[in-house]
């Protein structure tokens, strides 16, 4: 999008944008606010001080290891593997201009990172639903229950970022950015590879819609589809091969992942559901029977999305979510389902068409991400 096209989207749907970001500055105010009330009104499990609330902006969690591989590298600890490099690197990169501060870096990776997506979000998905739908899909992604990770020291929003950036170029028929970015998004998070998955089946049925079956276009399929996934290898490739220099073992993160009680990936997803959903029985509590409800909404709103949307945007979104299942761990399964854009898409539709719906809808997410904003200083089992 260049220079003039950008004023004039900006001008088109300036109302629209508007209520976003309206929408995005009250709920990071109350996302600090309902922080300051948890840390001081509730028993304090974790190890931040009090008196300095900010701490917990990267200290939360995964937070203060991307700061000590920033500052560190790898070689610190093994379990750190497990995190791809792109967020560190970035933080890295960026606290020359904070003078050393990796903590002001990482919040303006993040919070930067976030801004510009909400933006690009809304561009992409207006291509193809109302500048009404648009906007309350965007909102619905804002005050998602755990979208507070959006604000702290996690890659969620550089990810977002690099995904975004990646869907418009495929749009655009820029496969060479696409693949790029979706290369990026992998080393953000392994789950851009959903990214790709969503690409290959795209081309895929536009092959076969065309109908025309022939040799010339068997092959040129397969050219341009080996063309963007040596991109994106050749990205990816670049955090294999330094995992073989220092460890020895391309796939150290395997390794590294059941530090953080995450198995190497088992396709049949199936007992693990059942079992989260059993869970919820043996330990009632609003964190067990939440990690089994979000993932299972998310997906079926992602697939409710495929009507309106591309259909590599819902097949990501819905890969994007079942990979963190085939790890069976429960670790984070409040916020990964996040990031399946697919379904804000749906919820944006349904909330333009059915009062009701929007009502209700926002009314338990915006519930739910204050709780989860609140109880963020305890330990997650505690109240979450």
Not at 67 to 91: E, H, M, T, W
Not at 119 to 136: D, G, N, P, R, T
Not at 265 to 283: A, E, G, R, W
Not at 289 to 297: A, D, G, I, S
Request: aromatic letters at 20%; a positive charge.
């Amino acid at each position: 999008m260049n220079g003039n096209k950008l004023i004039s989207f900006i001008k088109n749907n300036a109302r629209e944008l508007s209520i976003i970001f309206i929408v995005f500055i009250i709920s990071r105010i109350l996302f600090i606010i309902s922080l300051y009330i948890g840390l001081y009104h509730l028993p304090n499990k974790g190890t931040y001080d009090i008196n300095n609330i900010l701490e917990i902006f990267y200290k939360w969690n995964d937070a203060s290891g991307y700061i000590d591989i920033a500052k560190n590298g790898y070689s610190v600890n093994f379990a750190y593997y497990a995190f791809a490099p792109l967020y560190p690197l970035s933080i890295k990169f960026f606290s020359f201009i904070f003078l050393g501060s990796y903590e002001f870096a990482g919040f303006f990776v993040t919070n930067i990172s976030f801004i510009i997506f909400i933006i690009l979000f809304y561009y992409y998905i207006s291509f193809y639903i109302s500048k009404e739908a648009s906007m309350y899909a965007v909102i619905a992604l804002i005050i998602y229950p755990a979208s507070n990770y959006n604000t702290i020291l996690y890659t969620e929003s550089l990810f977002f970022l690099n995904v975004i950036i990646s869907l418009i170029a495929y749009r655009n028929k820029d496969y060479m950015v696409s693949a790029l970015f979706c290369g990026l998004s992998t080393l953000t998070r392994i789950t851009g590879l959903a990214l790709l998955v969503g690409y290959g089946i795209d081309m895929l049925i536009t092959y076969i819609k065309t109908k025309n079956f022939s040799i010339k276009s068997a092959l040129i399929l397969l050219k341009d589809g080996l063309s963007f996934l040596a991109i994106v290898l050749a990205v990816y490739g670049m955090w294999l091969v330094f995992m073989y220099a220092k460890e020895g073992n391309p796939f150290y993160f395997f390794e590294s992942q059941k530090v953080w009680s995450r198995e190497t990936p088992n396709p049949f997803i199936i007992p693990f559901v059942i079992k989260l959903f059993i869970s919820i029985f043996q330990y009632p509590a609003l964190r067990t029977f939440l990690e089994f409800l979000l993932p299972m909404v998310m997906i079926i709103f992602s697939i409710l999305s495929i009507k309106k949307m591309p259909i590599c945007f819902t097949v990501y979104s819905i890969f994007t979510i079942i990979m963190p299942l085939t790890t069976s761990s429960t670790w984070s399964l409040t916020r990964l389902p996040m990031v399946a854009l697919a379904s804000y898409t749906f919820i944006g539709i349904k909330s333009e068409k059915n009062k009701v719906f929007k009502i209700i809808y926002f009314l338990i997410s915006f519930t739910l991400y204050m709780i989860f904003s609140g109880t963020m200083g305890q330990l997650r089992g505690t109240y979450i």
